[in-house]
């Protein structure tokens, strides 16, 4: 037993480290996310409002992508001992994440006790599942980046725990119906995901569900009320704010563009191309196709998809993982009882909510997968560990040193490339520049009335509001917080695309621009050139 | 009625006159299926496929003599170094016959798939009576369930997607994928046969004389097969050493040119690995050139992902099952590589036999499809649908046996609606494919060849043989002048002379035409030039464009005035 604390404090300490470690540095910047979730738990902290007014909002309308706002109120203490950083806004999300690691412990073992009771050989297992959590690449990089969907699915992990510890006491549904609902306010994905997979627990679990109806009730209303707010903003005609994601990124309103541009066949022949690439057929093919993608080998243990999403020349998974988990997924297949049933509505309903979307595969809507895939290779690992017990001694050695260098070799090789390269590489993706930006308008202050910034910038407001710590007060009150996407005012900053024929006798201005838009504007002289690490230039500063 | 009582109890029913109708209709259908509008889908012939058929042309007037030239780098100055002699000499009679015509090239292909599968069929029949004989008897199949293995193997093969469109464009990979498969076949019967020792490697040698591709993976099925069979081999060593022999002796006089093709890397795959070279370059300088980092970011660790990268790519399950785009000037991007419903048989296949604990056939299975994957993702940038359709014999084997499966432990009753529901929607993607492969091949970029076609129509009704014509060919490749001597193909035996070219944008010159890579810098008077519209220079004199309506995709005929 103290064998196994020692190692459950020093994983956890490892995760601890592997998330707090240069949070606020790397990533190099915060990316607009993360700048909006940080700037709008500021204002609520100072006002009690979001930068767009509204009193303690369910929903920040954001960029106008309406994200739920939970994040930012637990971002709220961070801000309020450390002031407005890039640290207090990530560190939620790395306390978070260590919390799932240290409940993946519990939930691999009340999951391993329904495939062997043998208390033992969980423990053990369970121990190297909440390793391999610790250590991966794909929660490393969401859990220190101010996302909700690394809240969103440590709660779903809790979730699980509690619903499996409910089992045995009933009491616990409660704490599972609390965390699944905080879950469906944190993010859009288990919006989708955790109707389907409690749908599916309740068919797993039936028998003893019924055995315990009364005590379901309660959990069940508490659920229920987790979804208040959505059916609020329904019955207000605001769904709009539940539903504007979706809306933005479905995979429904891409076909529909597309449609216009379809080939002359399908005017040719109505019947049948409505028939074989309709809206409905199409679309179903197209989710399979997205679906599907989310088990593409390439993608989870090579490339990764948007370079936003992993570290440089690295998958989602260690390459060293991927023969485990095909022989863990293979074992689990040959297993029988409910640790299969579970497992695989796990795996296979973790991608469902991603394949409706566009940008498919995806890292962040599927973080969710987690840490279904670890338990797999875990078990890969005891199967493989099986097999080599019965050989020689010697052959043992070797196979385990092996395994040990190369393992160790990819942690390292990981680690190397997370936190020492990928602000080399990346700061192109983790739009670097701003803080730089601001504080070369600060130094020259007194020399520019006015200082435009070109919105070609991707929503530069939120960045200089941020580093600013702009007043949200002041910014309420004086500017009416942002009315616009595409233009917004404060103190001498104006957040607009420049009209270059009215701008053109603008002495005393100052043009923050990207570097394709300052090659074709007609400025006087660029006073400051702010470049990414690589040298290529990232923004531009003229008169 | 009849029909459907068959179809219900298929799998278990003795062979009957009925199964075999239904079988003999669908080699039919799949002869059907890969000769129907051959000329036309896909519109445009590959450059392999346009040399396959001058050479065979050429050849057909030239003396006997001329066919040692087979084993030379080229042919009537066309490029012969990774042509299987074999599938040149195939398409000869069909060219003797119906004249130089993208028909008589691709009507080997057709005909070569087509023998495929019934190849398929002794191979699959094969490999069933092997799985028997390997498993205890409460496990081993009935004759009965054998057939259907067989009958529905085939199936899956005459109508898979990728078979259909590789029969259709590729003589070499379909003839080689015939003696691969005989090959096979030949050594799993040679294990109990001595008579067949001495012959079990020649067919192996005629897939590599049919196609170079076939260079390493007939190696490997031999090595496969002398592995997996070792104990009956050496029982009858000295046979087996002199069908080695026979094999090696056969191979000699390609020996090089498959060495050759089988290690020659493409230029994408050249272009990542020396970037690979510069980034762990940066990366080590970037952390002080410290040993540490010089150990973690060695590019030979990023040139392995890289190959990793390419083998995944081949497994993508979406590309395969769904929707692929990988080769799309080959192969139709609306329809994946097999039918959605193949990934349910695929995995029940990969269960049933974990279950069974048939480990050799799940060797033998993955085996053959990591050897066959492995050398393309060392050497080709993209994933190429060509090279990787030798995985298919294997993939459609054992998703027959995952459809049986299936189908028999499902209650009686359910198997009416579960073969119902199969039929109908195997039948909705079958047509889906067959209503895109031959509807929409005409938005392929290559397509761009029909206006240069009708440049050269114009050139060769109108401008004297004597009269120098340069043709630009800045859009899609090199081919452009196999697509010329294809299309207008001389008398005479040789096609030309090809002069050294002074000039290196001269790609090639035949008799009074030049073929060049991008616009000429300097124009003259006597020369007539073709050129894509956008190119041309004012003091032009249009004689004629081609009939696109998109102005920049126009080809025009032109000469220069003072």
């Known amino acids: 037993m103290k064998k196994v604390i020692t190692l459950f404090i020093a994983i956890l300490f490892l995760a601890a480290f592997l998330r707090l470690w240069h949070l606020g540095g790397v990533p190099i910047s915060p990316n607009w996310d993360e700048a909006a979730i940080g700037y709008n738990a500021y204002s609520i902290l100072k006002t009690g409002m979001d930068e767009h007014g509204v009193l303690f909002p369910v929903i920040l309308q954001s960029f106008g992508n309406y994200t739920p706002a939970f994040y930012a109120y637990l971002a709220i203490p961070a801000i309020y001992l450390f002031n407005l950083t890039v640290f207090a806004v990530r560190l939620p999300s790395a306390l978070f994440g260590i919390a799932a690691v240290f409940g993946t412990f519990f939930l691999a073992k009340e999951l391993l006790s329904l495939r062997d009771k043998n208390v033992k050989k969980n423990t053990y297992l369970s121990l190297l599942v909440m390793f391999l959590l610790a250590i991966s690449p794909w929660h490393i990089q969401f859990s220190r980046v101010a996302y909700e969907s690394s809240i969103a699915f440590t709660l779903c992990v809790w979730g699980l725990l509690f619903f499996l510890l409910g089992l045995k006491n009933p009491r616990w549904y409660i704490a599972s119906a609390i965390a699944y609902g905080l879950s469906i306010n944190t993010y859009h994905s288990p919006r989708l995901f955790v109707p389907l997979f409690l749908l599916g627990l309740l068919i797993i679990f039936r028998e003893k569900l019924l055995t315990q109806k009364k005590q379901i009730i309660l959990p069940c209303i508490i659920w229920l009320l987790f979804l208040t707010p959505i059916l609020y903003f329904f019955l207000h005609n605001e769904g709009y704010k539940v539903t504007g994601r979706y809306f933005e990124t479905n995979i429904f309103s891409d076909i529909k563009i597309r449609e216009d541009k379809n080939p002359t066949y399908a005017t040719s022949r109505p019947v049948l191309f409505s028939f074989f690439e309709g809206s409905l057929p199409k679309s179903l093919i197209q989710i399979t196709d997205g679906y599907l993608s989310h088990f593409s080998p390439k993608w989870m243990f090579v490339t990764g998809d948007n370079d936003r999403h992993h570290a440089p020349s690295t998958g989602l998974l260690y390459l060293w993982e991927a023969p485990f988990l095909l022989v863990g997924l293979l074992s689990i297949l040959l297993s029988r009882g409910k640790f299969r049933s579970v497992f695989f509505l796990w795996l296979l309903l973790a991608p469902v909510p991603a394949s409706l979307t566009s940008e498919v595969p995806h890292a962040v809507r599927t973080l969710i997968f987690l840490p279904s895939l670890q338990i797999a290779v875990a078990l890969g690992i005891e199967r493989i560990y099986l097999l080599i017990k019965s050989t020689t001694l010697l052959s043992k050695i070797v196979i385990l040193f092996t395994s040990i260098i190369i393992v160790l070799f990819s942690f390292m090789q990981y680690f190397h490339l997370y936190f020492f390269q990928m602000n080399h590489e990346f700061s192109r993706v983790w739009q670097f520049g701003f803080a730089d930006a601001l504080s070369f308008v600060e130094q020259n202050r007194g020399k520019y009335k006015k200082v435009f910034v070109s919105n070609t910038l991707e929503q530069p407001y939120i960045f200089f509001l941020f580093y600013m710590r702009y007043d949200p007060r002041t910014y309420l009150l004086k500017y009416g917080g942002t009315q616009s996407e595409t233009r917004q005012a404060f103190d001498i900053f104006e957040f607009t695309p420049i009209d270059w024929s009215e701008k053109i006798n603008n002495p005393d201005a100052l043009y923050i621009l990207d570097p394709y838009e300052s090659k074709i504007a007609p400025l006087r002289k660029v006073v400051h050139t702010i470049r990414f690490f690589d040298s290529s230039e990232a923004i531009i500063l003229a008169e | ?562």
């Open chain 2, 1 to 562: 009625m009849k029909l459907f009582f068959t179809a219900r109890d298929w799998y278990t029913m003795k062979p009957s006159t009925i199964r075999i109708v239904i079988l003999f209709l669908v080699l039919i259908f799949s002869l059907w299926i890969r000769t129907y509008n051959l000329a036309l889908t896909p519109p445009v012939l590959l450059e392999k496929e346009e040399r396959v058929g001058l050479i065979a042309y050429s050849l057909l007037r030239s003396d006997f003599i001329s066919y040692q030239n087979l084993f030379s780098q080229n042919i009537s100055s066309i490029d012969n170094s990774f042509l299987g002699p074999l599938t040149i000499l195939t398409t000869i009679p069909f060219i003797k016959t119906f004249g130089l015509s993208t028909w008589s090239v691709r009507f080997p292909s057709a005909l070569a798939g087509f023998l495929t599968i019934i190849m398929f069929l002794f191979f699959a029949k094969t490999v069933t009576e092997k799985i028997q004989k390997t498993q205890s008897d409460k496990q081993s199949l009935q004759k009965t369930v054998m057939f259907s293995l067989t009958s529905l193997s085939l199936i899956f093969f005459a109508l898979s997607p990728w078979h259909i469109q590789i029969s259709r464009i590729d003589t070499g990979i379909n003839l080689g994928l015939f003696f691969l498969l005989l090959g096979a076949s030949l050594a799993l019967k040679a294990v109990n046969n001595p008579k067949l020792l001495f012959f079990w490697t020649i067919p192996f040698v005629l897939s590599v004389y049919s196609d170079f591709i076939f260079f390493l993976p007939s190696i490997a099925v031999i090595l496969i097969a002398l592995i997996f069979y070792h104990k009956a081999f050496s029982l009858r060593f000295p046979k087996t050493v002199i069908s080695l022999l026979i094999f090696l002796l056969l191979v000699l006089p390609i020996l090089q040119r498959g060495i050759t093709y089988s290690t020659k890397i493409d230029d994408g795959v050249t272009a990542l690995l020396i970037r690979n070279e510069n980034q762990a370059a940066s990366r080590i300088a970037y952390s002080n050139n410290t040993p540490i980092s010089k150990l973690l970011h060695s590019n030979q660790i990023e040139n392995l992902k890289l190959h990793i990268k390419q083998f995944t790519s081949y497994i993508e399950p979406q590309q395969l099952f769904v929707h692929f785009t990988g080769d799309k000037d080959i192969i139709s991007p609306y329809s994946g590589l097999f039918f959605p419903l193949d990934l349910i048989f695929l995995v029940a296949g990969l269960y049933f036999l974990l279950i069974q604990n048939n480990k050799k056939s799940l060797v033998f299975f993955l085996s053959w499809v990591i050897i066959i994957l492995l050398p393309p993702s060392f050497m080709s940038s993209k994933t190429n649908a060509l090279r990787s359709v030798l995985i298919l014999p294997p993939i459609i084997a054992l998703l027959a046996f995952g459809c049986i499966e299936l189908f028999h432990n499902l209650k009686t009753q359910k198997r009416y609606i579960v073969f119902v529901g199969i039929s109908l929607f195997f039948s909705y993607f079958f047509l889906r494919f067959l209503f895109f492969y031959f509807s929409s091949y005409s938005s392929t970029p290559r397509d761009y060849h029909k206006e240069y076609l009708q440049a050269f129509s114009y050139t060769a009704k109108h401008i004297s043989k004597t009269k120098r014509i340069i043709v630009t060919d800045i859009s899609f490749g090199k081919d452009l002048y196999l697509k010329w001597l294809f299309t207008f193909p001389p008398s005479k035996s040789d096609f030309g002379y090809i002069k050294k070219p002074s000039d290196p944008t001269i790609i090639s010159q035949y008799n009074n035409y030049s073929f060049i890579s991008k616009p000429p810098s300097h124009y003259y008077r006597e020369v007539v030039y073709i050129q894509p519209s956008q190119t041309i220079p004012k003091k032009a004199k249009i004689l004629f464009y081609s009939s696109s309506a998109q102005k920049e995709d126009q080809i025009a005929v032109f000469i220069v005035r003072k």
